[in-house]
C-alpha cells in the first residue's frame, strides 16, 4: 500500500483543454491509487464532458482557482502533502502564506512542491528533470520546487498513462471495437481509406497538409473546438473538399478510442 497523500493540483486552461486533460488523468490515476486529490481549475465546465463522473468521486474535490485566496475556504482545508503546479501555473500567494503558516503551525514538513511541465523529446529535458527551483521570495521563501519533465527516457518523468492502458487497447481491436467506432463516427469512409484523426490549433500548414487528402484515400475525424474552427476556415480555401466527419465531446477514454480507431492521428 502506498502512503495516503493529500495532492493539490493547479491548473489553467489556456486553450485546446490539453492543460486541463493531462491534470484529470493524472488525478484519476491517483485517485485510483487512493489517495485525495484537490483539483483547483479556473474554467472547470469541460468536465462536465470530460470527466461527467468527477462529481461523484470519492477523495476528489474540484475547487475553483478563486477559492485559492479565500481564507475561509483554506481555513476548512487540511494541509496537503504534495503541491502541483501544471504547466508553469503560478500557485496563487494567499493559498501558500495559509500553506506555509499550517506548516508552521502544526509541525510538519514543508509540501513536496512540483513544477509540472508538457510531455516533450527535446534532448535538453534530461538535464532539466528533477532539478530543484528554489523560492526567492513571498510567503515560502527558502522552500524549494522541483521540475517534473515527462519524457520519453529513463532519464525523464516516464509517461502519464493508466497501468491497464496496453490491455485496454488490445481489447478494443481484438474485439472489433475498432469497426464499431469507425461505423458510428465515419459512416461514409470509402473502403480501404485511411482513417485520419485532426487535432490543431490554427496552422498555416493545414490548407496544403488537406489538398493531398481530397482522395478517396484518406477520411478525417475533427474533434469539436479550435480543430474544428481551423478545419472549417481550411474548408472555405479548398475548391475541393476533403471527406471528412465531425465528432462530438468526449470523455477521456472516448478520446483514447479515437486514437485507437485510427490509421492516423
Same mark, same amino acid.
Request: charged content about 15%.
Given at each position: ?73 483554506? $481555513?476548512? $482545508? ?40 508538457? $510531455? ?114 481550411? $474548408? ?30
Amino acid at each position: 500500500m502506498e502512503p495516503h497523500r493529500i495532492w493539490d493540483i493547479f491548473c489553467t486552461v489556456v486553450d485546446n483543454h490539453g492543460d486541463l486533460g493531462v491534470c484529470w488523468r493524472l488525478t484519476r490515476q491517483l485517485l485510483a491509487r487512493g489517495q485525495t486529490v484537490r483539483l483547483w481549475v479556473d474554467d472547470a465546465s469541460a468536465l462536465e464532458w470530460m470527466a461527467p463522473q468527477a462529481q461523484n468521486m470519492a477523495q476528489l474535490l474540484v475547487l475553483p482557482w478563486t477559492a485559492a485566496s479565500q481564507n475561509q475556504v483554506l $481555513l476548512g $482545508l487540511p494541509p496537503a502533502q504534495v503541491w502541483i503546479e501544471a504547466f508553469g501555473c503560478c500557485l496563487p500567494t494567499p493559498f501558500v502564506a495559509h500553506g506555509v503558516l499550517s506548516q508552521q503551525r502544526l509541525g510538519l514538513p514543508a509540501p513536496t512542491w512540483i513544477n509540472l511541465e508538457y $510531455l516533450s523529446a527535446e534532448s535538453w529535458v534530461p538535464g532539466i528533470h528533477g532539478l530543484p527551483s528554489p523560492v526567492m521570495s513571498g510567503p515560502a521563501k527558502g522552500w524549494t520546487k522541483h521540475f517534473f519533465y515527462p519524457g520519453f527516457t529513463p532519464e525523464t518523468g516516464g509517461l502519464l498513462r493508466e497501468p491497464d492502458l496496453f490491455f485496454a487497447q488490445a481489447d478494443f481491436s481484438q474485439n472489433g471495437h475498432d469497426v464499431i467506432w469507425r461505423d458510428k463516427h465515419a459512416p461514409l469512409r470509402a473502403s480501404g481509406a485511411w482513417l485520419v484523426s485532426l487535432f490543431c490549433y490554427a496552422p498555416a500548414a493545414l490548407v496544403p497538409f488537406l489538398k493531398p487528402s481530397t482522395s478517396h484515400r484518406h477520411h478525417m475525424v475533427v474533434p469539436p473546438g479550435l480543430p474544428m474552427t481551423a478545419m472549417q476556415k481550411a $474548408l472555405a480555401q479548398l475548391d475541393i473538399k476533403p471527406r471528412w466527419d465531425r465528432l462530438p465531446y468526449t470523455d477521456q477514454d472516448g478520446f483514447d478510442a479515437m486514437l485507437w480507431a485510427c490509421d492516423l492521428n
